[in-house]
């Protein structure tokens, strides 16, 4: 998928990306003008069929087509402060690619109770996360949250201040290394 940015400055990057991405043998999905959609406002675990979609950056009409388009069984619309989802939230995954718990700026999402309807109901445990380690609350935050996650790794450019999270869920889940260099 090629991203439609709301952003309109930023959209040249997407249509950098769609001339390099036709000259590989890629199936591309090309978003409508009104729908909005891009990378850091999703958080995607393709085991579980579970997709979280930001609206912050993005809206209904881009998250339903990138759902479609991936197939995913269950998603869940996180409506936050925040600049892009990945600053407000990020998934735990273990070695296999599982999502073993979320990290969660609570103060910066808007539909607290749904969100956490949803996880319960999928038995996903939620770590909070301070607004220090998030994008912040009346001035910027850390981004600490905003991190690398793939299968077993967690890669942080800065530590979280929190060092519960350290103990209970990177440690526990997964081997970490940071911070990441610039």
């Not at 729908?35 to 609206?55: I, M, N, R």
């Not at 950056?57 to 479609?68: F, H, Q, S, W």
Request: with cysteine.
């Amino acid at each position: 998928m090629i991203s439609n940015f709301s952003e309109r400055q930023r959209q040249p990057e997407a249509e950098a990306r769609k001339a390099q991405f036709k000259q590989l043998p890629y199936k591309i999905n090309i978003l409508p003008d009104q729908a909005f959609a891009e990378g850091g406002e999703f958080l995607y675990a393709p085991k579980e069929s579970l997709l979280f979609c930001g609206q912050s950056r993005n809206n209904a009409l881009g998250n339903r087509l990138v759902a479609r388009w991936l197939k995913i069984k269950y998603w869940f619309t996180v409506i936050s402060h925040g600049y892009h989802l990945d600053t407000v939230m990020a998934l735990v995954k273990d070695r296999s690619d599982r999502v073993k718990a979320v990290l969660v700026c609570w103060d910066r999402i808007k539909n607290k109770r749904p969100l956490a309807a949803f996880l319960m109901a999928r038995k996903i445990p939620a770590f909070t996360v301070e607004p220090v380690d998030s994008i912040g609350n009346g001035v910027l935050g850390t981004l600490a949250i905003n991190c690398l996650v793939f299968a077993g790794n967690y890669g942080r450019r800065r530590p979280v201040s929190n060092a519960g999270i350290s103990r209970q869920t990177i440690y526990r889940f997964f081997r970490r290394f940071d911070p990441l260099p610039d």
